[in-house]
């Protein structure tokens, strides 16, 4: 997958997230992250990896019938890219839950170097260092959330049946209760995802908003009303507009969108609609440094 074999990027008006490149590998990040120095994040692309095939080349799934030591190789190459240390990375066992779990130094290195000791978790969070979070993407979106007051991360796995259930609240109160988190400290990054342009969803869909969400916003949110081809009312949802105005309800003032659909860039991201159930995993990351960790690696 040599990058002259690939279609450029396709960015939304107004993205949030740059390409960096560290030799064959890219990842994608928010340039607004850039200026706190403590901070190290990032989301995957296809690109600078070694697995093979349909997962091509950087999935980081364990569960998608690659080698486990091409996934670990995965890993080992995104961790010298972002200047973490692989020994810390920590992943999410995702649901679709709203479940949120803190990570001690106990559960370091869980889903990688061990078997996670915990299930049905979609969001994580750490105010520990030298942890990095790690949650798996194909469509659905990563929320970032950063409070550097009191140096505390949390990653958020957010399909459409998170945002319903407003996980985004449920991680930031979660981080009130554990790190005495102020909302309105919050820097917060809505990662790449799924765009309302390719998202097509149900009315059933909508109904299910509706309850959660006031009226005012899923006029927003649900757009160009249709007939599908089952004959019933579809809508396009932009899951990134829902997400961003639950952290704007909850109060936070510092909110970052990546404007990159996961869709649209397929070549470039693993995209459940465009490419189904046979292809890898996307990965987002998120974790305070210690003393000794060196910088991220090289921006285009």
């Not at 969070?125 to 409070?147: G, K, S």
Request: hydrophobic share 40%; aromatic share 10%; proline share 6%.
């Amino acid at each position: 997958m040599a990058d002259y074999q690939l279609p450029p990027w396709q960015f939304e008006t107004g993205h949030q997230m740059e390409v960096a490149e560290v030799g064959e590998l890219s990842y994608l990040y928010f340039p607004a992250f850039r200026a706190y120095p403590k901070l190290r994040h990032g989301f995957s692309t296809r690109q600078g990896g070694v697995s093979e095939d349909y997962l091509g080349t950087m999935n980081f799934s364990f569960d998608r019938g690659d080698d486990p030591e091409h996934v670990r190789e995965n890993y080992r190459r995104m961790a010298a890219a972002l200047g973490v240390s692989y020994d810390s990375l920590t992943v999410a066992k995702q649901t679709h839950t709203t479940n949120i779990r803190e990570i001690t130094m106990a559960e370091r290195g869980a889903g990688v170097r061990f078997p996670r000791p915990y299930d049905n978790v979609d969001g994580i969070m750490t105010n520990v260092p030298d942890i990095t979070l790690v949650t798996y993407h194909a469509d659905c979106l990563p929320l970032y959330l950063y409070d550097p007051a009191h140096q505390a991360v949390a990653l958020l796995h957010a399909g459409w049946r998170g945002t319903v259930d407003r996980i985004a609240f449920c991680g930031l109160e979660k981080m009130q209760e554990a790190y005495g988190t102020r909302p309105s400290n919050v820097i917060a990054g809505i990662g790449p995802g799924i765009s309302a342009a390719c998202y097509e969803t149900s009315e059933a869909v909508r109904i299910q908003f509706a309850a959660t969400f006031p009226e005012r916003d899923i006029e927003k949110i649900f757009t160009a009303p249709h007939i599908g081809e089952d004959g019933a009312r579809h809508w396009q949802l932009d899951l990134a507009l829902a997400n961003r105005l639950l952290l704007e309800h909850a109060g936070v003032q510092e909110i970052f969108d990546s404007g990159v659909c996961t869709y649209r860039n397929a070549k470039r991201l693993f995209s459940h609609r465009a490419q189904g159930p046979k292809r890898g995993l996307n990965a987002a990351f998120i974790g305070i440094a210690d003393a000794a960790s060196p910088r991220p690696g090289a921006v285009r």
